[in-house]
C-alpha cells in the first residue's frame, strides 16, 4: 500500500471556547477517494479548513506530501508558524471546490481558469490557454470557455470551478458540499464529473450529502459526528453494516 498524501493527526479547533474538532486522526492514500459523511455541525467542513489552513488549528497537525502544513521546521528542530503569504505558497498543493462558486463574474470561463497557472505557475499565456481548454474538455464544458459565470447554469459553474481547482495540478482535492448550492437537476453533472476523477485516480476529499455518489465513488467512507470521527470504513461497511448507532440512525433518515 502507498505511503498517505495526507495525514491528519489529533487535529482540535476551537472556536470562542467551543471545541468542534476533538482529536481527528485520519490517512488519504494517493489515488484515493474519501467520503465524510455526517450531520450538519459535526465538524465536516471545519476539517477541511483546517487542511487547507483556512483555519489554523487548536491542536494537532496536518501534513501533506511529508510537510507540514502551516509551519515549517527550523534547523534545531523546533516548529515555526507560517506567513500569511508562506500558506498560500502551501495551499498551491491543495485544490478546494467550495459551496459556492467563487468565479470572477468579469472575467471569462476560460480566463477564471488560465488565471492560477499565470500567476501561481508562471505559465506563458498560450500554455495557461491551453491548459485551461484542456481542463473545460475534461469537465465537458470546451464550447463554454469564452461564456461569463452569470451566463452559466449553476452546475456548469461548479464544473468551472473543479476545472479551476485541477489547473494548479494539486496533490489532494478537497470539496466541500460541492452540490449543496445547486437545483437537483445539476447535481448529477457535477457528480458525474467527481466520479470521473476519482476514477481517473485523483486523490479527493469529499464532505457531501449526496450518498449515491459516496457509495458509488468513494473507496472510504468516514462518518462525523460531534467533532470526531465515529466510524469509518469501506462505502458497504458504513452504509449497510454500521456498527455505531449514531451511524446507523443517520442511514435510516438520509437513505431513500
Same mark, same amino acid.
Given at each position: 500500500?502507498?505511503?498517505?498524501?495526507?495525514?491528519? $493527526? +489529533?487535529?482540535?479547533? /476551537?472556536?470562542?471556547?467551543?471545541?468542534? *474538532?476533538?482529536?481527528?486522526?485520519?490517512?488519504?492514500?494517493?489515488?484515493e477517494t474519501v467520503a465524510i459523511l455526517g450531520s450538519?455541525?459535526?465538524?465536516?467542513?471545519?476539517?477541511? #479548513?483546517?487542511?487547507?489552513?483556512?483555519?489554523?488549528?487548536?491542536?494537532?497537525?496536518?501534513?501533506?506530501?511529508?510537510?507540514?502544513?502551516?509551519? #515549517? #521546521?527550523?534547523?534545531?528542530?523546533?516548529?515555526?508558524?507560517?506567513?500569511?503569504? /508562506?500558506?498560500?505558497? /502551501?495551499?498551491?498543493?491543495?485544490?478546494?471546490?467550495?459551496?459556492?462558486? $467563487?468565479?470572477?463574474?468579469?472575467?471569462?470561463?476560460? &480566463? $477564471?481558469?488560465?488565471?492560477?497557472?499565470?500567476?501561481?505557475?508562471?505559465?506563458?499565456?498560450?500554455? =495557461?490557454?491551453? #491548459?485551461?481548454?484542456? %481542463? %473545460?474538455?475534461?469537465?465537458? *464544458?470546451?464550447?463554454?470557455?469564452?461564456?461569463?459565470?452569470r451566463q452559466l447554469s449553476g452546475g456548469q459553474q461548479?464544473?468551472? +470551478?473543479?476545472?479551476? +481547482?485541477? @489547473?494548479? &495540478?494539486?496533490?489532494?482535492?478537497?470539496?466541500?458540499?460541492?452540490?449543496? +448550492?445547486?437545483?437537483?437537476?445539476?447535481?448529477?453533472?457535477?457528480?458525474?464529473?467527481?466520479?470521473?476523477?476519482?476514477?481517473?485516480?485523483?486523490?479527493?476529499?469529499?464532505?457531501?450529502?449526496? *450518498?449515491?455518489?459516496?457509495?458509488? =465513488?468513494?473507496?472510504? @467512507?468516514?462518518?462525523?459526528?460531534?467533532?470526531?470521527? %465515529? &466510524? /469509518?470504513?469501506?462505502?458497504?461497511?458504513?452504509?449497510?453494516?454500521?456498527?455505531?448507532?449514531?451511524t446507523q440512525e443517520f442511514m435510516r433518515k438520509t437513505?431513500?
Open positions: 500500500m502507498n505511503e498517505p498524501v495526507l495525514r491528519i $493527526n +489529533a487535529l482540535r479547533k /476551537q472556536f470562542s471556547g467551543v471545541e468542534v *474538532l476533538k482529536g481527528i486522526d485520519l490517512e488519504v492514500r494517493m489515488g450538519s455541525g459535526s465538524g465536516k467542513s471545519t476539517l477541511l #479548513r483546517c487542511v487547507n489552513c483556512l483555519e489554523i488549528p487548536t491542536g494537532g497537525s496536518v501534513w501533506l506530501d511529508g510537510e507540514i502544513m502551516g509551519y #515549517r #521546521r527550523e534547523r534545531n528542530g523546533a516548529l515555526r508558524r507560517l506567513t500569511e503569504s /508562506q500558506m498560500a505558497v /502551501q495551499r498551491r498543493k491543495v485544490g478546494m471546490v467550495f459551496q459556492n462558486f $467563487n468565479l470572477f463574474p468579469h472575467w471569462t470561463v476560460l &480566463e $477564471n481558469i488560465a488565471d492560477g497557472p499565470r500567476s501561481v505557475l508562471h505559465l506563458s499565456k498560450s500554455d =495557461a490557454k491551453e #491548459r485551461g481548454m484542456a %481542463l %473545460l474538455t475534461r469537465v465537458g *464544458l470546451q464550447d463554454r470557455a469564452d461564456a461569463y459565470p461548479q464544473r468551472v +470551478a473543479i476545472a479551476r +481547482a485541477l @489547473a494548479l &495540478e494539486p496533490a489532494v482535492l478537497l470539496f466541500d458540499e460541492p452540490t449543496s +448550492a445547486l437545483d437537483p437537476e445539476n447535481v448529477g453533472e457535477v457528480t458525474d464529473v467527481m466520479s470521473a476523477l476519482a476514477e481517473s485516480g485523483a486523490t479527493m476529499l469529499v464532505v457531501t450529502h449526496e *450518498l449515491g455518489f459516496a457509495r458509488a =465513488a468513494a473507496d472510504r @467512507a468516514v462518518f462525523m459526528h460531534d467533532g470526531v470521527i %465515529l &466510524e /469509518q470504513g469501506t462505502p458497504a461497511d458504513v452504509f449497510d453494516h454500521a456498527r455505531e448507532l449514531r437513505l431513500v
